[in-house]
């Protein structure tokens, strides 16, 4: 009976191994299946899951889009909605000329409103002087920022393909220079302008052709943010259309940032409720140079004050250096407060669960500014609440693991000196050792803005602060596309760090000519 018994249990565990195998095995089949799905459609089916942290709060269900309340909020703009985009050349407009005067190689400085607009302005001026444009070079997007190897300066942030085949009717465009030019550029004999602010045709037809005539090459530097005047003389009014078509047709953000955009998007319409898009236009460069110092009441007024100083030395500011910051804001001069934009969306009628969200790669002050807004609305998001960091990291590529060096300071060599000096020292009672020394870091003790109170100069950026500069400028392309297609945009501000068109400014120029009905918000500050 007890050999029966035994026999009994090993069968049991036999039975119990067998079925542990066919589950394994059926775990192992389903993995590889899983396997078979691209990347994408994982990550489609990831997004259908949990991978953001927004769960938003209405206060009724249902939503009367019938109601006059809805139409005056979200309809809209009556009169406006005749008005559709329409920049195709309404007279005679030539091909470009299959003979070029010669390659016009450009190298652009700034964030993402001053590239943009740079761009549009040197495909005008290459056409004006029947140039060949070579793709420009962004230079917070170049390798040595420390990007992914995976995208060329202009790549990083534009589709190049799409920006070729939708000028070729308008300008020749090439990819890189011809290899003589490259190797004469590198070794920097090829004639180069820095080009001032908003200059005038005149300036490229009486200085830069000549030039590009006997070179049959030139290097424009734009910095400035814009490098063509704003409005054109009544003769050149194709030239303003083809600056339409540059920046509302051929400049499209690459595959995988338009992806993105497109996802969060559907996010926010998911509720299928309308939302408010706003940028508050609060950044450190626009606060110093209208003197919006006083708005802060701590070290931010400081910093501000710093940055001050320094564009009043370059030039950049012509005014005073300590300015009455209420009578700025008085004169409109300054941001509106997030807080002062809540209470004029909550007064004209939009209720606490609005979807609001919130644009623009900094605000100046942190989260704290923006504490009163997320109490006056409940459904205040930006894209980090709507996109998981996996999908962020993607639109960056594969980056290099950076190991800062500068994060602690190596001991001195007097100090090991001192040091030593005192462990080989006499009979005790001898001198106590010095001090060990503090850790410094890049911006110094106390935080970020540590350096203030012992230098007049800010520190040198890291490559980790090139690298977060170059991903702004993606963070500004995703929110760029959610503002543009918002149904409502509020600009908290509409002037940059040089008192020229910001963000803000760009995005209700977009939306006027892609649908001039949709409602944009212009605050008398």
Not at 228 to 240: D, G, K, R, S, V
Not at 360 to 373: A, D, K, W, Y
Not at 383 to 399: C, D, F, K
Request: hydrophobic share 40%; proline share 6%.
């Amino acid at each position: 009976m007890k050999g029966e018994g035994k026999m009994a249990t090993m069968s049991k565990m036999k039975w119990v191994g067998l079925v542990g195998l066919v589950l394994s095995a059926f775990s192992l089949f389903v993995h590889f299946l899983l396997a078979r799905y691209t990347e994408e459609g994982i990550s489609d089916f990831q997004s259908s899951v949990t991978i953001f942290s927004w769960r938003p709060i209405f206060e009724n269900s249902d939503f009367a889009k019938n109601s006059p309340l809805y139409r005056r909020l979200w309809g809209q703009v009556r009169r406006l909605e005749s008005l559709h985009p329409d920049a195709n050349p309404r007279g005679y407009y030539a091909d470009p000329r299959s003979e070029s005067s010669g390659y016009v190689f450009v190298r652009i400085q700034g964030g993402f409103h001053e590239i943009r607009n740079s761009i549009c302005d040197v495909v005008v001026i290459s056409r004006l002087l029947n140039a060949t444009l070579v793709i420009p070079e962004i230079q917070s997007t170049t390798s040595s920022k420390g990007i992914s190897s995976e995208f060329k300066s202009f790549a990083y942030l534009y589709n190049e393909d799409q920006f070729m085949a939708a000028l070729v009717k308008d300008v020749k465009v090439v990819k890189t220079l011809p290899q003589n030019l490259k190797g004469a550029r590198r070794k920097k004999k090829i004639p180069s302008f820095r080009v001032p602010n908003s200059a005038s045709p005149y300036f490229y037809l009486h200085h830069v052709l000549p030039v590009l005539n006997k070179h049959a090459v030139v290097e424009l530097v734009v910095s400035e943010g814009g490098c063509l005047q704003a409005i054109l003389p009544p003769h050149l009014e194709e030239y303003q259309r083809l600056r339409c078509r540059v920046g509302f047709h051929a400049l499209r953000f690459r595959q995988e940032v338009q992806e993105l955009a497109t996802k969060i998007l559907h996010r926010l319409r998911a509720p299928g409720r309308p939302f408010i898009a706003f940028d508050p236009g609060m950044t450190r460069d626009a606060l110093a140079y209208h003197g919006c110092a006083e708005l802060f009441q701590d070290v931010h007024t400081e910093l501000i004050q710093h940055k001050r100083a320094w564009m009043k030395k370059r030039g950049i500011v012509k005014g005073k250096l300590s300015v009455n910051s209420a009578e700025q804001r008085l004169n409109g001069s300054c941001p509106l407060m997030p807080e002062e934009v809540g209470i004029l969306l909550r007064a004209y009628g939009y209720s606490w669960d609005t979807i609001l969200y919130i644009s623009g790669g900094e605000v100046f002050g942190g989260q704290r500014t923006l504490i009163p807004l997320h109490a006056m609305f409940e459904n205040t998001v930006d894209r980090t609440s709507l996109s998981a960091a996996w999908e962020m990291s993607r639109i960056y590529g594969r980056e290099v693991n950076i190991v800062d060096t500068k994060l602690r300071a190596p001991p001195s060599v007097v100090q090991e000196k001192k040091l030593g000096a005192w462990k080989n020292a006499g009979p005790r009672p001898h001198p106590l050792p010095p001090p060990p020394a503090r850790p410094k870091y890049p911006h110094n003790i106390e935080g970020w803005w540590g350096w203030v109170a012992e230098s007049d100069n800010e520190p040198e950026s890291t490559v980790m602060e090139l690298r977060t500069n170059a991903h702004k400028l993606l963070w500004e392309a995703i929110d760029y596309l959610i503002c543009v297609e918002a149904d409502v945009f509020i600009p908290g501000f509409d002037r940059d760090g040089k008192g020229r068109p910001n963000f803000a400014s760009l995005v209700m120029g977009h939306r006027l000519y892609q649908s001039a009905a949709s409602k944009t918000f212009r605050l008398d500050r």
